[in-house]
Every structure is written in C-alpha cells, then in structure tokens.
Nanobody, 123 residues
Framework: QVQLVESGGGLVQPGGSLRLSCAAT????????IGWYRQVPENERDYVAT???????AYADSVKGRFTISRDNPGNTVYLQMNSLKPEDTAVYYC?????????????????WGQGTQVTVSS
C-alpha cells in the first residue's frame, strides 16, 4: 500500500549540510504523519522529526534548530534539511509513514518504513 524511497545521504564534513528526500507512493492508504528516524549500528532506532497533514512539525531535542522537515503540498515527497551537521548525526536515516485504510467504521492503522540512507559526518 505504501512504498518509501529515501535519497540524498552521503559523506559530509562537520558543520556541513545535506538534504534528504523521501518519495512516497501510496495506494488506498491515507498518510496522517510522515517523518524520519535514524539508527546507529547496534543501537535503537531514534525519532528525528515528523510532519502531519496540517503541516505541523515536531523534532527531537537533539536536532532542533539544525534540521527542518518539510513536504510537497500537494505532493508525495518529504524532505529533511540538515544543517550544522555533527559527527554524532552519523546514522542510517529512515523515512516512515503512519496512516490508515478504512471501509465505513473499520480502520486499519499501519506504519511503513523505507530502506534507509546512510549519512556520515566526518572530516
């Protein structure tokens, strides 16, 4: 019902910038929230940022003031602009979409994940 494809990752020096993109293909599914998580090997997958249908955004404390999430309106792509990057931002970044399908009063809620894109911050 949903396919998410991330792009834009790569190697960047500390203090530099990257913009990640997530292209969403949706079939009979309504996305209520879309956003980004990140994961370091052998660690948990951590929340980064989200944006909902009303355009309201939320961020993890660790990225506030440095990262900006946005989406096409209308459109099927969400972006994560990452500025002032630090070595601790190094991770695999995953796009995620949360939403539902419904028939009458029957709702089925699901969360989908992309395959991830590597971001490495190093000199």
């Amino acid at each position: 019902q949903v396919q998410l494809v991330e792009s834009g990752g790569g190697l960047v020096q500390p203090g530099g910038s990257l913009r990640l993109s997530c292209a969403a293909t949706v079939n009979i599914f309504t996305i209520t929230t879309i956003g980004w998580y990140r994961q370091v090997p052998e660690n948990e997958r951590d929340y980064v940022a989200t944006i909902n249908d009303d355009g309201n955004t939320a961020y993890a404390d660790s990225v506030k003031g440095r990262f900006t999430i946005s989406r096409d309106n209308p459109g099927n792509t969400v972006y994560l602009q990452m500025n002032s990057l630090k070595p601790e931002d190094t991770a695999v970044y995953y796009c995620t979409a949360y939403g539902y399908t419904h028939s009458g009063l029957n709702y089925e809620w699901k969360q989908y994940w992309g395959q991830g894109t590597q971001v490495t911050v190093s000199s």
